[in-house]
């Protein structure tokens, strides 16, 4: 096998035996090719995320049905049409009028949408997601639509370059996720915890995640032209 597909794999392996069983672990698949999927799938991967609809609709549908597929990056109403047909959960829900489009196109096909709710935890204006502030009055107008369903939070936050400067940001999260578990909005489960990327996952696992999505640590660092600025440190400190 090509060298760096199998360094590929063994990576996936090595992740998936340093991280409890109850975590799973997304590898974060935007700029990878379907060669490069199908080498952390050998390693034991069963969750991948995409950031782009146009790079899942083109990689998705060539793989069985092993694997499920995570929406992680922004999400455009007008590619929801496409995302509904994709994925078997939409982490990243930031606005009602997306939870709409979403109910509306799920209903059509008589499916019920596993979603996240984006957090922006770090309060950063670059970034999508719900205001930390704001989740408890987003919440309740999710539950009349049918053909979603709340399985938890999800959070970017700040990057930082050690980690540990993210903890609190992973403790506000973990501490939204908490309150609406016991806030019991009907038809609300809140099962799923996600945060934590390739320089922070240990630490979110210590503040309760239970999804972390990580792409470098897994597929290697990214070349120069996939390199994806959205993703470029914009927050010095909390
Ligand atoms: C790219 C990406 C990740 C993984 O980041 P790494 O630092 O490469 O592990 C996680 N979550 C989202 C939303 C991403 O876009």
Redesign the pocket.
């Known amino acids: 096998m090509d060298n760096h597909l199998a360094e590929m794999t063994e990576a996936a392996k090595r992740i998936l035996d340093t991280v409890p069983p109850s975590v799973t672990v997304v590898a ?1 698949a ?1 700029g990878r090719t379907p060669p490069e999927i199908e080498a952390v799938i050998a390693g034991g991967i069963r969750h991948i ?1 995409h ?1 782009y609809i146009q790079e899942a609709w083109e990689s998705i549908p060539g793989f069985g049905s092993n694997v499920q597929w995570h929406m ?2 922004h999400l455009q109403r007008n590619k929801v049409t496409k995302a509904v047909r994709l994925f078997h959960m939409i982490e990243t829900v930031d606005s009602i009028r997306l939870a709409k489009a979403l109910n509306k196109h799920c209903a059509a096909l008589d499916i019920v949408m596993p979603v996240l709710i984006e957090i922006n935890s770090g309060r950063e204006p670059a970034k999508t997601g719900v205001l930390p502030e704001e989740v408890h009055d987003f919440l309740p107008p999710l539950t009349d639509l049918e053909h979603i369903q709340v399985q938890g939070v999800m959070t ?1 936050g700040p990057r930082f370059g050690d980690p540990e400067n993210a903890r609190p940001y992973f403790q506000a999260t973990r501490q939204i996720f908490e309150t609406l578990s016991i806030s019991k909005i009907p038809g609300v489960r809140m099962h799923y915890l996600s945060m934590g ?3 922070s996952y240990q630490i979110a696992i210590e503040e309760g995640a239970n999804i972390i ?5 897994i597929f290697g660092s990214r070349s120069e032209q996939g390199v ?1 600025t959205a ?1 470029t440190p914009t927050h010095t400190g909390p």
Do not use: L, P, V
């Open positions: 974060a935007k995320g950031n992680i990056g970017m990327m390739s320089n999505r990580i792409g470098t640590a994806d993703t």
